[in-house]
């Protein structure tokens, strides 16, 4: 009998573990992503919570840059799905091809992996936009007004500065060479026109702030910006792996007209309501569907932020002393070879970090890794910690004087004991001032890594300035600066266990 119940036991227990298996099968993982500005967030989450509504383990990773960040990583299967214009499209990123209508463009993503859906029902085109108080004094309605104002200040956003869209075109197009035109966070250039520090700013067509700040938006005379209709991107393997998804986005088509958008932007950026809370009662008062938003506490938020970076900064400085310190010690061995190495971490540490986070994206999609989230943001600051251990481990072991290791020598002790028990020790106080230093640094660098979905502290403060939300962005500067303290005064406490007595004694 005994025998009996235990092949019954057995038996349900592999039966569950099936049905869990069958089930997990049954939930295809798919990963939304969206760009870094209100609409594209709000979009992104819509997506996401049709994708859970269709059977599918969906999660979203908001405000993950630009939209070339963003098209890399939907190539390269880091992301399923992200919304997106047909402008955008065409212009930027299909430039070469030769596209004139929308079956074009759907025929051309195809070619390269990508499905589109149909249009959402709106057209987001960029515009400039000014001060109404300010364009009526100037007597300013048209783009091609700006020509005859040179003394103007344009403030455009970064990626509008650099598109094919953009401000070259427009510049171009409107014979505008005698502006004066600088770049600045689309958010903050808001604040940059309401506070006269320029006079005209790029937007987009369903932007609620246009509203709110009360500005006038430019006649786009000369036919420029093309149509900007937004569609939902999936990768094309998304039919044959998650059908219901592909389905359900597929009913977004026509159901968001122009207004319904400003009003989904405006209850975000204006009521300060969550970008799941607006999806969901849009998807309710849409589809009729029920969904389910949690909304977690700032306590749990800040603890979660603090999870994400510490281990951002933690795995890379383990990853940078297990390099660094054999490095420091090789180059001050072998000081022909140490120029060498000094002059590598020091132009690796000339790299904006911005640029070096979009530039690990495509590598490590070539190597089997994921080219957004945590790892990118690692490797990053793994390569931004070499340069002052390398550095403070080199002129450690190089300020010993000659004298002690000949003394050494003499004693007949072999060169490995003269480096761990003499080396070392007697530079320690340098090298963990450079170890101490790296750690400082990459608490602030880590913040960067919200702009490829790694969290982290730096994710609150995208997103309170996306928003212009100053609590916000407290939320993730001022923990950033007390990790930072803290760390610092942790590496005090360490320096008395590490650096010996005599050492500490002696120091003035």
Do not use: C
């Not at 798919?30 to 996401?48: M, P």
């Not at 299967?77 to 074009?104: K, N, Q, R």
């Amino acid at each position: 009998m005994r025998a009996v119940r235990l092949l019954v036991v057995v038996a349900t227990l592999l039966g569950a573990a099936r049905a869990r298996a069958e089930t997990a099968q049954a939930a295809p993982t798919v990963t939304v992503a969206s760009k870094k500005f209100t609409e594209s967030v709000i979009l992104g989450e819509i997506a996401r919570q049709l994708a859970a509504q269709a059977g599918a383990d969906a999660q979203h990773r908001a405000e993950l840059g630009g939209t070339r960040v963003l098209w890399n990583a939907l190539r390269s299967g880091d992301i399923d799905i992200y919304p997106d214009y047909t402008g955008t499209l065409i212009v930027e990123i299909l430039a070469d091809d030769a596209i004139g209508s929308l079956d074009d463009l759907r025929a051309a993503l195809v070619e390269r992996g990508v499905g589109m859906t149909d249009p959402l029902g709106f057209n987001n085109t960029y515009a400039l936009g000014m001060l109404a108080e300010r364009a009526k004094e100037l007597g300013i309605a048209r783009i091609s007004d700006l020509r005859t104002h040179p003394e103007l200040v344009l403030g455009f956003s970064n990626e509008f500065m650099d598109r094919r869209d953009g401000w070259p075109g427009l510049r171009a197009a409107y014979g505008l060479t005698n502006v004066n035109a600088r770049g600045l966070d689309h958010d903050v250039a808001y604040e940059a026109l309401a506070t006269g520090s320029v006079d005209a700013i790029d937007l987009y067509a369903t932007d609620a702030k246009i509203r709110k700040y009360d500005l006038t938006v430019l006649d786009d005379d000369r036919g420029y910006f093309p149509r900007y209709d937004a569609v939902i991107l999936y990768r094309a393997d998304l039919a044959a792996r998650a059908p219901a998804v592909v389905a359900n986005l597929q009913r977004l088509a026509g159901k968001i007209p122009a207004q319904a958008m400003i009003a989904l932007n405006a209850r975000v950026e204006e009521d300060r309501e969550s970008e799941a809370r607006v999806a969901a009662d849009f998807l309710a008062e849409s589809f009729g569907m029920t969904v389910a938003v949690r909304e977690r506490s700032t306590f749990d938020l800040i603890l979660t932020y603090t999870r994400e970076h510490l281990a951002l900064v933690g795995w890379s400085m383990l990853a940078a002393l297990i390099v660094a310190l054999p490095l420091g010690i090789a180059a001050a061995a072998w000081p022909r070879f140490g120029q060498g190495i000094l002059a590598v971490v020091g132009i690796i540490q000339t790299i904006p970090a911005l640029a070096l986070l979009v530039l690990l994206m495509k590598p490590l999609t070539l190597v089997g890794l994921s080219g957004i989230g945590d790892t990118p943001a690692i490797v990053a600051l793994f390569l931004y910690s070499l340069l002052p251990i390398v550095r403070n481990t080199h002129a450690g072991l190089r300020g010993i004087t000659p004298q002690l290791r000949e003394s050494a020598e003499a004693l007949g002790l072999a060169r490995r004991v003269i480096l761990w028990r003499i080396e070392l020790p007697l530079a320690s106080p340098t090298i963990l001032a450079g170890i101490k230093t790296a750690a400082v640094i990459n608490v602030g660098f880590a913040t960067l890594g919200a702009l490829i979905g790694a969290g982290g502290y730096g994710q609150p403060i995208l997103t309170g300035i996306r928003l212009q939300d100053y609590g916000l962005i407290m939320q993730g500067a001022v923990p950033a600066a007390a990790l930072a303290l803290i760390v610092q005064a942790a590496f005090e406490v360490a320096e008395r266990f590490i650096v010996p007595k005599g050492l500490r004694l002696a120091r003035p």
